[in-house]
């Protein structure tokens, strides 16, 4: 049998699609959002500064998830193949996936460090240490690109998890919206973030010390500690989360009691 031979030869092929995602980035947040906002949701205006910043990076998370998401779908719909060759498989639909979130990623970080009093959290500048980190790696040298898809499914839950934060400061805290919001937030965010977890570490265990894991050289260390890391995040956020859900159940009960009580008066 011949022994594999991998190509470390940097590709910079998907570096413009990077630039043009933070470039995109930076304007959404800085010009598009505020504008198309306050046409939109004019209320917004009337927040203070810092949530008016958090508000127009919550847009522009959404608009990236929504875009990643579509694109992690399309490959997992079109390209069986990566799961047969979950390290070395080509697919430059998720290079291209992997270029866009480094370069949100990159954007929402400078934005964060520059609006550091309104904006800025360590746990998401880990977050997205950790995923370009582990990215750059599948967009450079096209290793572990399955793995990368995989992860991608994250992004699923993004949009909700905006739109939670979003309809409560401009006041739908109480609306069925919010609500019905919350639930489909914390479905999706334990499926695609948590649930998903033993099935990722036994896809690794099950390459784990095989000739093509061995030849990836540092990239297999890039691989454990990202995932290791995020997924120690993500059980932080849905910690948060029930948390959240169940306030919110404890409130909702608390309002129809009074509502009973005010109908049988």
């Known amino acids: 049998m011949e022994s594999l031979v991998v190509d470390w030869t940097w590709d910079t092929g998907h570096y413009p699609v990077a630039v043009a995602s933070f470039v995109f980035s930076l304007l959404l947040h800085s010009y598009i959002s505020p504008f198309l906002t306050s046409i939109l949701v004019p209320t917004v205006s009337s927040l203070p500064h ?148 033993p099935q990722c570490w036994y896809m690794i265990y099950s390459i784990y010390n095989t000739e093509p894991f061995m030849k990836s050289e540092t990239a297999r260390y890039v691989l454990i500690s990202s995932c290791f890391a995020l997924d120690i995040l993500n059980v932080y956020w849905f910690y948060k989360l029930l948390k959240g859900v169940l306030r919110t159940l404890e409130q909702r009960k608390l309002d129809n009691n009074k509502n009973e009580e005010w109908k049988s008066e």
């Open 50 to 197: 810092g949530k008016q910043l958090y508000w127009h990076s919550s847009v522009v998370s959404s608009v990236h998830a929504i875009v990643v998401s579509a694109f992690c779908v399309y490959s997992f719909m079109t390209e069986p193949q990566l799961k047969e060759d979950p390290i070395w498989g080509d697919s430059k639909t998720v290079k291209n996936s992997c270029a866009i979130v480094i370069g949100y990623m990159t954007a929402d970080t400078i934005i964060m460090l520059r609006y550091r009093q309104h904006v800025c959290d360590k746990f998401f500048l880990c977050h997205h240490a950790a995923s370009v980190f582990a990215y750059f790696y599948v967009m450079t040298f096209g290793v572990y690109v399955y793995f990368a898809n995989f992860r991608l499914m994250a992004e699923f839950s993004t949009v909700f998890v905006n739109n939670r934060w979003m309809m409560a400061e401009i006041g739908w805290k109480s609306s069925q919206l919010y609500f019905y919001n919350g639930v489909v937030l914390t479905a999706v965010f334990f499926a695609c973030r948590i649930l998903c977890m």
